[in-house]
C-alpha cells in the first residue's frame, strides 16, 4: 500500500504531519519547525505557590459554585487542590499534565470526603486545574478550555 501524507496546522506555529501506513495512523511533530514540542512554563506564575495554589483553589471553588450551586464541599476540595499544587510545585514539579494527574490522583483517593455532596469527578477538577495552570501562564488556551473563575 502506498504511503499517504497530509500537513495540517494545529496551531499557527505548529505544523503536524499525518502518515498513513497499512491502515495505521501515525502523527508527529515537524521537528525543525517547532524545535520539538514546547511545553508550557509555570516560571511566570512565580515562586509564591502558596499563593498560587490559594487563589487556583478558590477558583474552582467559584467555578463549581457557579457550574452547580453553592457548596461548602467545593471550598474543601479547592483547598486540597492548593494542598496538592503546593506540594507538587515544592518538590520541583513543573510540568502542567503531572500537576493535574497528582491532584487528580489525591482527590480520588480521598473521594469519600467528597462523594456525598459533589456533582463532579476527581477528573474534572483535574481538568480545571490544567486548564488554570494554562491560562494563568499566559499561555494560549483552546475554545473548550473552561472559564477560569477570578
Not at 94 to 120: C, G, H, K, R, S
Amino acid at each position: 500500500m502506498a504511503t499517504q501524507t497530509q500537513c495540517f496546522t494545529a496551531t499557527k506555529s505548529t505544523p503536524i504531519t499525518t502518515t498513513y501506513r497499512h491502515n495505521s495512523l501515525t502523527t508527529r511533530l515537524h521537528a525543525e519547525a517547532t524545535n520539538g514540542v514546547q511545553l508550557i512554563s509555570l516560571e511566570s506564575l512565580g515562586d509564591d505557590h502558596e499563593a498560587v495554589g490559594e487563589n487556583m483553589g478558590k477558583a474552582m471553588a467559584a467555578w463549581l459554585d457557579v457550574e452547580w450551586m453553592p457548596q461548602e464541599i467545593h471550598v474543601q476540595m479547592g483547598i486540597r487542590v492548593k494542598n496538592t499544587y503546593v506540594q507538587c510545585r515544592t518538590d520541583g514539579k513543573d510540568d502542567v499534565a503531572e500537576i493535574m494527574t497528582q491532584v487528580t490522583d489525591d482527590l480520588y483517593e480521598n473521594w469519600a470526603e467528597y462523594n456525598a455532596d459533589a456533582f463532579v469527578n476527581a477528573w474534572d477538577c483535574g481538568n480545571y486545574v490544567a486548564d488554570y495552570l494554562i491560562a494563568k501562564s499566559g499561555s494560549e488556551t483552546c475554545g473548550c478550555s473552561t472559564k477560569i473563575e477570578d
